[in-house]
Nanobody
Framework: QAQLVETGGGLVQPGGSLRLSCAAS????????MSWYRQAPDKERELVAT????????NLGDSVKGRFTISRDDAKNTVYLQMNSLKPEDTAVYYC????????????WGQGTQVTISS
């Protein structure tokens, strides 16, 4: 059974940084594109960043370009989201997602981690 576990959320002041981690188990990590989504209260879930499988490219959402970085360590089955210059509007629950590069039905979510940006 595939499992994704996010860690690293918390309360940070505006302008601060956080690094989220998502550890995957029960799947062949290198075959999965890994993404971070976020959902703020009363808003739709938003794609933040994607790191494609097999050393593929990364993409960032327009709202986080220049501030966030996504990376993956296939040896550790982990994907990271480095978040810098955080703003109050970054406040949300952040979710990790894994989707197989060919079998799109093999799609898994973590439980989410809360990120709150406030002074």
């Amino acid at each position: 059974q595939a499992q994704l576990v996010e860690t690293g959320g918390g309360l940070v002041q505006p302008g601060g940084s956080l690094r989220l981690s998502c550890a995957a188990s029960g799947l062949t990590f290198s075959n999965y594109a890994m993404s971070w989504y976020r959902q703020a209260p009363d808003k739709e879930r938003e794609l933040v960043a994607t790191a494609r499988s097999a050393g593929g490219s990364t993409n960032l959402g327009d709202s986080v370009k220049g501030r966030f970085t996504i990376s993956r360590d296939d040896a550790k089955n982990t994907v990271y989201l480095q978040m810098n210059s955080l703003k109050p509007e970054d406040t949300a629950v952040y979710y990790c997602n894994a989707i197989h590069r060919r079998q799109l039905a093999w799609n898994y979510w973590g439980q989410g981690t809360q990120v709150t940006i406030s002074s």
